[in-house]
């Protein structure tokens, strides 16, 4: 062989050599980018070192799925990953991986200690894939429309909830079910419920089409779970309550311990003219828990509404009893919650003394929303008691300076308790915030229901009178 074929030789071997070696290293290149991606999408991080969730935040922890067999494929960290990077509900939630799957002794407390809504644990071998999931919801429902009817007895059963899931390894994204769960929890409790309804009816179709046996009660429990959140959205939040019964009739016939089911399920039935299934189902359940004070509270409704007072208001003072012998603060907001509506329940019987009561003992357990304030306010007006009406009435309309009668309430009550520059100012902005309604017909309504207020305090406080026509005066101008 020449000198020349030699040289040809080793260059070309040399430029293979190279060609190779650059191959590699793209090939390395690329594998580390992925993984810097992938670590970036992903860290996993210790818990004394993920920031606590903000107030509204809905935060989810994520450790790594323990491999038992077969081919290694980290499940935790697809499922963070797909949770991180779902486009249309980018923001909605904060996903963090662990490095280690904790104790489950410490789960509630590191779950309290950060005010994560989430956190999921799990184990895979060659044909299963199993998830723990851990969920904690808020201590305070999301708000219903104004136009819900009914108290929320059907929120009253939730706790802090474990499930145990199953999933075919053989299947692509096996865990989606849980992921678009997750998803439609960060809606729900951000009171997106079309979002979450829509999250959660893709959850069910993506549940494990045949389950094992042992595997059925556990998945049962979580399929009862989320079928409860869809009957809320339909129910309570939508109006659709035909639609609500059978959800609920669902979700009870997967676990029929579940009390949210049941509460859900008569609240339903309530609502659908149904009110003695509605009692049958909630006298069964008392019997397998007795101590439930959400279930003799249900009942106290119902029976109100039928008119068996007595009946009704014993059964207000059983779960205010049940309740006031656990101090947890939960249960001192649920109490605050029953004396609410049993406050209303004295109003609309016109007990006002005792109405006025009650809702003080509602603020007292630091109950201070819209609904209550309004209402405080306008039994206290009834009963002559004007200071009171006008701070109840003050602090309803700036927790909705958006609504015209609570504006016009405020006035009403700051002019009877003799506060007239006050009163003056809030007609006036009731009326400029009115003038902004573009239907007529609500215009007028609220403009109307103003103005015979005024008749009715002229009553009561004749010496009142002069003022009281010229802001009637001004509210027919208004008006039109």
């Given at each position: 062989?020449?000198?020349?074929?030699?040289?040809?030789?080793?260059?070309?071997?040399?430029?293979?050599?190279?060609?190779m070696g650059a191959g590699i290293a793209i090939v390395l290149l690329l594998l580390a980018g992925a993984l810097l991606i992938r670590a970036a999408l992903s860290p996993a991080r210790r818990a004394g070192d993920i920031a606590p969730a903000g107030p509204d935040e809905f935060l989810i922890l994520i450790a790594p799925f323990r491999h038992d067999g077969g081919e290694a494929y980290d499940f935790g960290m697809e499922l963070a990953n797909d949770l991180r990077q779902t486009p249309h509900v980018l923001g909605a939630h904060r996903v963090e991986n662990?490095?280690?799957?904790?104790?489950?002794?410490?789960?509630?407390?590191?779950?309290q200690k950060l005010g994560a809504r989430v956190l999921v644990t799990g184990r895979y071998d060659e044909k299963t894939v199993e998830a723990w999931v851990y969920f904690v919801p808020p201590e305070d429902a999301p708000p219903l429309?104004?136009?819900?009817?009914?108290?929320?007895?059907?929120?009253?059963?939730?706790?802090?909830?474990?499930?145990?899931l199953y999933a075919p390894r053989g299947i692509g994204h096996p865990l989606q079910y849980l992921q678009y769960w997750i998803i439609g929890q960060s809606h729900f409790w951000r009171r997106e419920f079309s979002e979450a309804l829509g999250s959660f009816e893709l959850a069910q179709q993506m549940l494990p089409g045949q389950i094992p046996v042992e595997r059925r009660a556990d998945?049962?429990?979580?399929?009862?779970a989320l079928l409860w959140s869809m009957g809320y959205v339909t129910g309570p939040v939508q109006g659709d309550w035909r639609v609500a019964v059978d959800v609920f009739h669902r979700s009870l016939a997967r676990d029929p311990a579940s009390l949210p089911s049941i509460l859900g399920l008569a609240q339903a039935l309530v609502q659908t003219n149904r009110p003695d299934q509605a009692l049958d189902l909630l006298q069964a359940a008392?019997?397998?828990?007795?101590?439930?004070?959400?279930?003799?509270?249900?009942?106290?409704?119902?029976?109100?509404?039928?008119?068996?007072?007595?009946?009704?208001?014993?059964?207000?003072?059983?779960?205010?009893?049940?309740?006031?012998a656990d101090g947890a603060p939960q249960s001192q907001r649920a109490l605050a919650d029953v004396y609410f509506y049993r406050g209303y329940f004295y109003y609309e019987q016109g007990d006002y003394a005792n109405a006025l009561s009650d809702y003080q003992q509602a603020q007292a357990l630091g109950r201070e929303d819209v609904y209550l304030l309004s209402n405080l306010g306008w039994t206290a007006y009834l009963l002559?008691?004007?200071?009171?009406?006008?701070?109840?009435?003050?602090?309803a309309a700036d927790l909705a300076p958006d609504r015209p009668d609570l504006l016009f309430n405020k006035g009403l009550h700051l002019l009877a308790a003799g506060r007239y520059d006050e009163a003056k100012a809030a007609y006036e902005q009731a009326i400029q915030l009115t003038l902004t309604i573009d239907d007529t017909l609500t215009r007028s309504q609220y403009f109307g229901a103003a103005y015979y207020d005024l008749d009715d305090l002229a009553q009561r406080r004749p010496d009142l009178e002069p003022i009281i026509r010229d802001i009637q005066n001004e509210i027919d101008i208004a008006n039109g």
């Open positions: 062989m020449s000198h020349l074929q030699t040289r040809i030789q080793e260059n070309d071997r040399l430029r293979l050599g190279l060609f662990l490095d280690a799957a904790p104790a489950e002794e410490d789960i509630p407390e590191w779950m429309p104004p136009d819900s009817p009914g108290p929320p007895t059907y929120f009253f059963g939730l706790a802090p909830a474990r499930y145990h998945m049962d429990r979580f399929v009862s008392l019997r397998s828990q007795p101590d439930a004070w959400q279930i003799y509270f249900a009942i106290a409704e119902i029976k109100g509404q039928q008119g068996a007072v007595e009946e009704a208001l014993a059964l207000y003072d059983k779960a205010i009893s049940l309740l006031s002559g008691d004007y200071e009171t009406a006008a701070e109840a009435s003050s602090k």
